[in-house]
């Protein structure tokens, strides 16, 4: 959610069915009626994707979507039909994105990379992080924190993005099961955990170089796959 659009990423069974060509999706959150979250875009062409959506960043008037094959940039001067304004194809299976408005920082099966939006449409990378299995990434202050599953860490990275040119690792936290969504909220990452033993995970990140998990939850029902959090909630 921004101000007052909600903004969604759909997406169909990828194991049976092919990507959908009505896929960013933009609703006014307070409509008239009371009948719920109102459309605003209805044009299915301008709104495709190049693969499966997987993540969405939006600052201001540009929603910035990791779609499985790479990185995609969405005008949305006109709501309405929100236009592809912009690709990238990143390497590896691109899971997340969270951006700063001028740099997208990406979180792919390959690595961590920070792609360059100054010429809105010519993105062109700037900086990589070697880091393989990251799954989702939030921005804040001149720093990513990225959840990974695969390698020698499981759990969560802090990356100094301040020179995108040159990302740099700040601390990490381990011994989490299978961390696949971020979100920021004070002094804290609050961590959706796919395994049924954990599910949600507080961890306090004041420190990027020696974050210390805090507290956990299991699932009520199910894994998670996905968190924000919204005040005192997640």
Known sequence: ASGDRVYAASQANAMIEPPPGYALQVYNKWPDDGAGLAPISTNAASQAVKGYLADLDVIGSRAYVAEGKGLQVFDLTNEAAPTAAAYWDTPGKSASVASDGTTAFVASDTGFQAVDLSEPTSPRLTGTLPETGLTSAAYRDGMVLAT???????????????????????????????????????????????????????????????????????????????????????
């Open 148 to 234: 990974i599953v695969s390698g020698p860490l499981t759990g969560l990275l802090a990356v100094d993005v301040t020179d995108p040119s040159a990302p740099a690792v700040l601390g990490s936290l381990g011994g989490l099961p299978s961390p696949v969504a971020i979100a920021l909220s004070g002094g804290y990452a609050f961590i959706a955990d796919g395994s049924s033993a954990k599910g949600l995970i507080a961890a306090d990140i004041s420190d990027p170089a020696g974050m210390a998990l805090v507290g956990s939850a299991p699932p009520i029902t199910g894994r998670l796959i996905s968190i924000d959090v919204f005040g005192d909630y997640a």
